[in-house]
Nanobody
Framework: QVQLVESGGGLVQPGGSLRLSCAAS????????MGWYRQAPGKQREWVAG???????NHADSVKGRFTISRDVAKNTVYLQMNSLKPDDTAVYYC???????????WGQGTQVTVSS
């Protein structure tokens, strides 16, 4: 059974930083693309960043240079380091896992990030 458990969200002032974590079980990073998505109130869920099984990383233009996705294979955990946060980054952030063979997809329960002074 696949489980993705996010943590690390919270309230932060503009310009601040947060690091989100996604602890994964039931999947293997060597055959799974891991990603972060977010959904702001009244908006559609959008892709934020992804890391391929081979380690290739991609980030949305809106967060490039501010956010960094990474993973710790030994801990089966994916991270999203968020710096220079803006009010527009306020959203529920979701961890996503997509098997590269078969395409099965899984979601975490989400963690709230609020950027406000």
């Amino acid at each position: 059974q696949v489980q993705l458990v996010e943590s690390g969200g919270g309230l932060v002032q503009p310009g601040g930083s947060l690091r989100l974590s996604c602890a994964a079980s039931g999947i293997f990073f060597d055959s799974t693309t891991m990603g972060w998505y977010r959904q702001a109130p009244g908006k559609q869920r959008e892709w934020v960043a992804g890391i391929h099984s081979g380690g290739l990383k991609n980030h949305a233009d809106s967060v490039k240079g501010r956010f960094t996705i990474s993973r710790d294979v030994a801990k089966n955990t994916v991270y999203l380091q968020m710096n220079s946060l803006k009010p527009d980054d306020t959203a529920v952030y979701y961890c996503n896992a997509q098997r590269e063979y078969g395409g099965d997809e899984y979601w975490g329960q989400g963690t709230q990030v609020t950027v406000s002074s």
